[in-house]
């Protein structure tokens, strides 16, 4: 929501100022210009993006409204890991394979709707899970293979925004070329009345007005919102991997929670004692 309240602080002072100084709003409705810059910026990304990253860059782009993992989301997560390890803990490791293998059938990961409508969550996971159960990766490189893990999966995110940036970076040359056009246009009337020399030359310049702006007060900040909300969900996989290290390590359920706790950012960092209660609750509901 805060974005399009930014949107609309960006229009109201860029046009409250242009009325101030007495200028026509009006005469910035030019339709060729707009056709012109927003056909180029279009052709450019559908030239330059695979369809697969199209399609996460539009998914991307309509969920500027969603927050990033909230406090009660980790101590989802904590709870989740801490329940799920206790099934470790008291049955064997071989009593979490019901669970990895068929993540979504899961009677205790079912309850955990967050971390069940995050695929790669559940995915990177289980995969893990099921490598520190079959002893098939060394202790001292599963630290190393989650890391490549979840670099891909950030770099993945990241590419739709390094192609918004592109876009707004080549917004301004769009709005060059829709001036010069437009410059070509009032040559062509070079020898008409000075107000029509004057409407066309007004026209060109509009052009170069709309690319500035559509870079630096939408795509550009549009870019840096999707790439807070990528930096945002990878702590939640961090705090995923931290408590998958704990359990590696044969820490009790309740330290992997904590060790888990630690990694997560201050600004959403549930306290000990909140953890604590609702891995409290979750074990007396379990019983």
């Known amino acids: 929501m805060l974005a399009f309240v930014g949107f609309g602080v960006v229009i109201a002072a860029v046009l409250g100022g242009f009325i101030l100084e007495g200028g026509n709003p009006l005469a910035l409705n030019q339709p060729a210009e707009f056709l012109i810059i927003g056909g180029a910026a279009s052709g450019m990304i559908l030239i330059g993006t695979p369809m697969s990253t199209l399609k996460k860059m539009i998914k991307q782009v309509t969920g500027l409204t969603k ?27 071989i009593a979490l394979e019901t669970h ?21 969550a559940v995915a990177f996971f289980c995969d893990t899970v099921r490598s520190i159960t079959t002893g098939a990766v060394p202790g001292h490189e599963l630290d190393e293979i989650m890391e490549l893990d979840l670099e891909a999966h950030h770099g993945e995110a ?10 707004g970076d080549a917004m301004p040359g769009f ?47 549009v870019a840096m919102n999707i790439e807070q909300k990528n930096t945002e969900g990878l702590g939640y996989y961090m705090c995923l991997k931290q408590g998958l290290l704990g359990f590696n390590r044969g820490y009790v359920p309740s ?17 000990f004692k909140e953890v604590e209660d609702a891995c409290r609750e979750a074990k007396q509901g379990s019983k």
């Open 67 to 93: 927050s990033g993992p909230t406090k009660e989301n980790y101590i989802e997560l904590l709870v989740m890991m801490y329940e799920i390890f206790n099934v470790a803990r008291r049955d064997g490791v």
């Open 158 to 167: 990241e590419r739709p925004t390094s192609i918004l940036s592109k876009v």
């Open 100 to 120: 990895i293998e068929n993540p979504y059938e899961s009677e205790i990961l079912k309850k955990y709707k967050r971390f069940q409508g995050d695929s790669f």
């Open 175 to 221: 709005g060059i070329v829709a001036a010069v056009l437009g410059v070509v246009i009032t040559m062509g009337a070079i020898d008409g009345p000075p107000e029509e020399i004057g409407h066309k030359v007004g026209a060109a310049l509009v052009g170069t007005f709309l690319g500035i702006l559509a870079c630096y007060g939408f795509i550009q900040p």
């Open 255 to 271: 330290f992997v929670a904590e060790f888990a706790r630690r990694s997560i950012s201050p600004e959403v960092r549930p306290t």
